[in-house]
């Protein structure tokens, strides 16, 4: 199927199968239709223009489908675009399926959960503890599968747990340098902040909002189950409060999405982690593809900037 979309290069001439993962109507300056498709390996993803879409095409070349592409890839205002000289959808000659299409987590999901659930098992606040593990037990299933976001950052199978994962392993770091920091708040909050996605998003192929993603949002959907869990549970106290802050907090400003601005530690320091851990996998991403000595493409919520990779890490030590 030749290399992935994460290694190809521009100028590289291409002919393989690819899953859509959207396909978004649009209209060109001369009146025709186009349609712009998002074309995705478990490599990665890149943008492609389909010129002069008929109607047909519209109805053809659509979310989900497998399509086998013959292009090449040239660069756009920075970022790397496929220029399809044809396409067709797949049949089942053709012998693939979705899954082989889907980027997932670098970690399995039976393995990201035993990790999780030994973060639980160490809090020493029974509330915590209880309301924490009743709502990953709640939304195991669709938390283990579940991407992070729509677009930017974790945007794959199993992209919530692994960004819990990965912002846990951080919050343990800076526990240990801080031992002010309440431990049990600190796990509990980055393990329910995005909780509420589960329900706010459609799942990890052309991830959408849904219905109540839409009207509620994530935050509102977490701060509410926080308050149902105690009352099932039958927990009262200042813990199931301070719950409910980090997940309306998390966002750090009312301008980021944050009905209230962090004012417990535990929230100001579980949002600096979430940053740290959605601009790393961004940045991280950008470059995957990027030769030492080049520069990244640009990243729209890291103020469009482009990175770039060192060469000197490539030199040989001089022994």
């Not at 106290?237 to 530690?265: D, F, N, T, Y």
């Amino acid at each position: 199927m030749g290399k992935g979309i994460r290694f190809q290069q521009v100028g590289d001439r291409v002919e393989t199968y690819y899953l859509i993962k959207s396909a978004t109507k649009g209209i060109a300056s001369n009146n025709k239709p186009f349609l712009t498709l998002i074309l995705c390996d478990h490599t990665g993803e890149i943008e492609a223009k389909l010129w002069g879409a008929s109607p047909e095409d519209e109805a053809t070349f659509k979310s989900r489908v497998i399509v086998h592409i013959q292009g090449e890839v040239t660069e756009y205002r920075g970022r790397l675009q496929m220029k399809i000289s044809s396409i067709r959808p797949t049949s089942a000659i053709d012998q693939v399926k979705v899954a082989d299409f889907v980027r997932s987590a670098p970690m399995a999901p039976a393995e990201m959960l035993e990790q999780i659930t030994q973060y639980i098992f160490e809090m020493k606040n029974a509330n915590i503890q209880r309301i924490t593990r009743h709502l990953l037990k709640k939304h195991q299933e669709a938390f283990l599968e579940s991407p992070a976001a729509t677009k930017n950052h974790h945007e794959f199978a199993s992209g919530l747990a692994y960004h819990v994962v990965c912002m846990l392993n951080v919050a343990k770091s800076l526990a240990a340098l801080y031992p002010s920091l309440d431990t049990d708040l600190l796990y509990a909050g980055v393990i329910l902040h995005d909780l509420g996605k589960v329900r706010e998003l459609s799942g990890a192929i052309d991830t959408t909002y849904t219905l109540e993603g839409k009207l509620l949002g994530h935050i509102s959907i977490i701060v509410n189950e926080i308050a149902e869990a105690a009352k099932e549970l039958g927990i009262e106290g200042e813990e199931v409060l301070m719950l409910q802050h980090i997940a309306l907090s998390h966002h750090g400003k009312g301008e980021w999405g944050s009905p209230k601005a962090p004012v417990l530690r535990e929230a100001e320091v579980l949002h600096m982690i979430d940053n740290i851990d959605a601009k790393m996998n961004m940045m991280d991403r950008a470059l995957e593809r990027v030769q030492p000595g080049e520069f990244s493409e640009r990243i729209m919520p890291m103020e469009n900037r482009t990175f770039y990779k060192p060469s000197f890490h490539e030199a040989p030590l001089d022994l």
